[in-house]
């Protein structure tokens, strides 16, 4: 028993599935816009499920494709592939039942979740590609993630719109500026090994500067979903808190002072998308 919960656990840290609540609210905020309300149990279910299965599919083959890199990078050495935790064969064998659970999700969603599905798990995958070549593949990840709301609606709504397109763009910059934040641990290392980023790019001061600029415009553009939803006080409070956190977030990293990066990177960004979430879920409950 010990050794099956113990590869569980070692699964779970390779997908980092603590990490589910940053983008997850996005998802169920979208669902309940397009529902208008709370959508049904079966609907949150395998939106649930599909978002589940897309992310650990994700950063299954991140780990797959990295893991030479990470076994070089003293912050990532650690991990699973590179200590042997876990076998390359049944990460991708992982990656491959996750991909299934993907497809089935999408499948009881809706006909047009199923079509477009190849079309998300492809940029979901290119991704993981993207930091040997450009330095842009913070907003690739930001427009992976920003899937979530976007597949939310559809599964919902069955049909496109674009009253959903700001809070898809604001996940999109809310993902790059705190990957951008992230970023700066990693850019010595990939200077030295020929990866691209925006800390290695830019440096560290222009680094923290973009971020604050993809946070603010984060934050403008889930100010315009309230106007496009005619959302109410209430939302517009809950997005008074959202620049509270975005504001301690920048607060307690500078050029000087890195070494609070992972608070601001689990703490605010967490809060971020649950506070969006809650805010939603109460204006439409009253």
Not at 66 to 81: C, G, Q
Not at 169 to 186: H, M
Not at 190 to 207: E, M
Not at 263 to 285: C, M, P, R, W
Request: with cysteine; glycine share 6%; aromatic share 14%.
């Amino acid at each position: 028993m010990a050794t099956t919960l113990d590869k569980i656990s070692a699964y779970l840290r390779m997908i980092k599935f603590s990490h589910s609540i940053f983008a997850l609210p996005f998802a169920f905020t979208a669902a309940v816009l397009a529902a208008n309300g709370l959508p049904s149990l079966r609907q949150g279910l395998w939106i649930a499920v599909a978002m589940i299965g897309a992310r650990s599919a994700a950063m299954g083959l991140n780990r797959v494709v990295d893991r030479k890199i990470d076994a070089l990078n003293p912050r990532t050495s650690a991990r699973e592939l590179p200590t042997g935790a876990i076998s390359v064969t049944d990460a991708k064998l992982f990656v491959a039942v996750s991909t299934v659970v993907f497809f089935v999700a999408a499948y009881m969603l809706n006909p047009l979740c199923l079509k477009l599905a190849p079309i998300a798990i492809g940029i979901i995958f290119f991704y993981s590609y993207t930091k040997r070549f450009t330095w842009v593949c913070h907003i690739v990840l930001g427009v992976a993630i920003a899937l979530a709301p976007l597949g939310a609606w559809l599964a919902i709504r069955g049909d496109f719109s674009y009253h959903i397109l700001p809070l898809v763009v604001a996940v999109i910059f809310w993902l790059a500026g705190f990957d951008t934040i992230y970023g700066l641990q990693d850019r010595d290392f990939d200077k030295s090994h020929g990866l691209y980023s925006i800390p290695q790019r830019f440096g560290v001061h222009t680094a923290l500067i973009i971020a604050r600029g993809f946070h603010v415009l984060s934050w403008m553009l889930l100010v315009l979903t309230g106007a496009v939803f005619d959302l109410g006080i209430v939302y517009y409070f809950g997005m008074g808190g959202v620049a509270l956190f975005f504001w301690y977030e920048h607060s307690i990293i500078s050029k000087d002072d890195l070494t609070r990066i992972n608070i601001a990177f689990f703490n605010a960004n967490g809060y971020v998308s649950l506070t969006v979430f809650a805010f939603v879920l109460l204006e439409k409950s009253l």
